[in-house]
């Protein structure tokens, strides 16, 4: 039996890279899949994607920093299918920029889409979760967010603000047998990264920084994100899980 059958997953950022990894895999597990982006056009190919195979898909398209973009999405959510037991806060950015070159607009930025998107999508679903006694949370986070990363002090607070904003939800709504836990990819080949990952000095240096002598793939991040949405992970909720090819190892 697929892994996800008759349960709905609302993911966020689903046009690309890891999101995009993640809906498929979950359409394909068997869920119902609610797939959000600020690219209307790409979530829209995913949910093609999905549908051509006989998945069950829709998409809307969400400003994840936006209270009223996020009732607009459940809203929609809910009149398809009425509930959503799995939410994944996929939608990020990514800055490099030191901290005293940062703009107090471009923190401003990077803090609203990275964590306070994170916020609003927990606000605003867990009293769902809490009628239909239950739920699992997957907010995506970095290996910046367990240790420091030179030269991106925005996008570090970012990430390890949501790994903590994780834990506090994990001990408050354990309760109601909502589990929320956080995964930690190191260096992916998504279009975010490509820029970095593809310039041969950058990859370089990434292969020295892991344990496993290779870059990772959305689609592993999107196995990770699966075990902590599915029952395998049933006693399972506060924890980061990086999927990094060892970097934090070292």
């Known amino acids: 039996m697929a892994q ?13 890279g890891m999101g995009r990894e993640e809906a ?8 119902k899949v609610v797939a959000t982006d600020i690219n209307e056009a790409a979530v829209q190919a995913v949910v093609k994607e999905i549908q051509a195979v006989g998945g069950e898909a829709i998409s809307f398209a969400h400003n994840v920093a936006s209270e009223e973009d ?4 459940l809203e929609g959510a809910f009149a398809s299918y009425h509930r959503i ?8 950015i990514s800055f490099a920029q030191g901290m005293l070159d940062t703009t107090t607009e471009q923190w401003d930025r990077v803090m609203n889409i990275n964590l306070s998107s994170v916020f609003l999508g927990m606000k605003l679903v867990i009293p769902h979760m809490q009628q239909n006694n239950g ?4 907010n995506i986070s970095s290996i910046a967010g367990l240790s420091g990363s030179s030269g991106a002090g925005a996008y570090t607070a970012s990430k390890g603000a949501v790994r903590m904003l994780t834990k506090a939800a994990a001990v408050d709504y354990g309760k109601d ?46 196995q990770a994100v699966l075990f902590l949405a599915s029952d395998a992970s049933a006693y399972i909720t506060g924890v980061e899980l990086p999927v990094d090819g060892g970097v934090i190892a070292k």
């Open 4 to 16: 996800l059958t008759n349960k709905v997953a609302l993911i966020t950022g689903a046009g690309s």
């Open 24 to 31: 498929l895999l979950f359409a394909q597990e068997g869920a």
């Open 70 to 73: 996020w009732q607009r999405v």
């Open 85 to 92: 037991d799995i939410l994944v806060n996929n939608a990020g």
């Open 135 to 138: 739920g699992s949370i997957v």
């Open 177 to 222: 047998n909502i589990r929320v836990n956080s995964v930690h990819p190191g260096f992916i080949e998504t279009p975010m990264s490509a820029e970095f990952v593809n310039n041969e000095q950058m990859r370089a240096w990434f292969l020295s920084q892991t344990a496993l002598p290779r870059i990772g793939q959305a689609r592993e991040v999107a």
